[in-house]
């Protein structure tokens, strides 16, 4: 019981020195870098989250790539380099506005087609919509209502 007692604190060591030295701020030597750090991490998308940048995103992988990012900046690294050491390691899904290239044809035509074709499925409803209002002009042959207002035959 006194070994499962000391694994169970260990573990719970272990996690909190992660998550503290997660969370560890980033100094930075000049207001530049802070801001091409910043920059950067908005251009970046986080790996897990997938629908966040980099800079918004708390999963442990965000804290990773943002300190990834930090030690390239700080080794004197362009946002070029880092963009396309981050590409190279993730693809082009990583970069939060990917470039129009052959394989990301799909990523960027998507809405387009989705929206015309909501526009073909718009129109072909109104059409059979005003059909269907075009054949029930003459109320004598499709009675609606009060049946009691129904002409006798």
């Not at 694994?7 to 997660?22: H, K, N, P, Q």
């Not at 380099?81 to 799909?106: A, S």
Request: hydrophobic share 40%; aromatic share 8%.
């Amino acid at each position: 019981m006194k070994t499962f007692s000391l694994c169970i604190v260990m573990v719970l060591i272990f996690f909190l020195t992660v998550s503290v030295s997660a969370q560890e701020p980033l100094v930075f030597e000049t207001q530049q870098q802070q801001d091409r750090f910043d920059q950067l991490t908005q251009e970046l998308r986080c790996l897990v989250c997938q629908n966040q940048t980099l800079a918004d995103s708390d999963a442990p992988l965000a804290h990773a790539l943002r300190r990834e990012v930090y030690e390239m900046l700080q080794s004197g690294q362009s946002d070029d380099q880092i963009k396309l050491f981050l590409v190279e390691r993730y693809g082009d899904f990583v970069l939060y506005r990917p470039p129009l290239q052959n394989n990301t044809y799909l990523l960027w035509l998507t809405p387009l087609i989705l929206l015309l074709g909501g526009v073909l499925v718009l129109r072909a409803s109104i059409k059979k919509r005003t059909a269907l209002l075009a054949n029930n002009e003459h109320p004598d042959e499709n009675p609606v209502g009060n049946p009691d207002e129904w002409p006798e035959n």
